[in-house]
């Protein structure tokens, strides 16, 4: 929507800009903080603005992801790179099965929950155990 576009419209503007491990981090933490408004939200207003959020954190991490991997990758290794890149939007798939799985066994607003939760621990660990993530200029 409106959210995403005005995302990628600002990261396109940025440019080769510093701290984007900071960027990357706020991105990702962006997203399970929305799942969780999303997963107890009960007035709708609140569900649209958090599931924006959700789209506009998800336009801004690929990619910001994308172009700081290839910049930092060897001219040798792109191909392969990018390889791997296009397998992950393809596991994305997968992700959106154990969703639906999920949602079906629990319902919707726990899943929101336990997969907001998933995203964060994954994205404080990357944060906390990787010091070139923290240091991505």
């Given at each position: 929507g409106i959210f995403s576009l005005t995302t990628d419209l600002v990261v396109a503007?940025?440019?080769?800009?510093?701290?984007?491990?900071a960027l990357l981090f706020a991105s990702g933490m962006s997203l399970p903080v929305a799942a969780w408004v999303f997963g107890l939200s009960a007035w709708l207003p609140a569900a649209m603005f958090a599931q924006a959020v959700l789209n506009s954190g998800g336009s801004l991490y690929r990619p910001v992801?994308?172009?700081?991997?290839?910049?930092?990758?060897?001219?040798?290794?792109?191909?392969?790179?990018a390889s791997v890149q296009t397998l992950n939007q393809a596991i994305t798939s997968f992700g959106a099965v154990v969703y639906g799985l999920g949602t079906d066994a629990i319902g919707v607003q726990p899943m929101f929950l336990i997969m907001g939760t998933a995203t964060a621990v994954l994205v404080l660990a990357l944060w906390f155990t990787q010091p070139a993530f923290r240091k991505l200029a």
């Open positions: 503007s940025l440019g080769d800009y510093k701290h984007k491990g992801t994308s172009s700081s991997l290839m910049s930092h990758t060897p001219d040798h290794l792109r191909g392969r790179v």
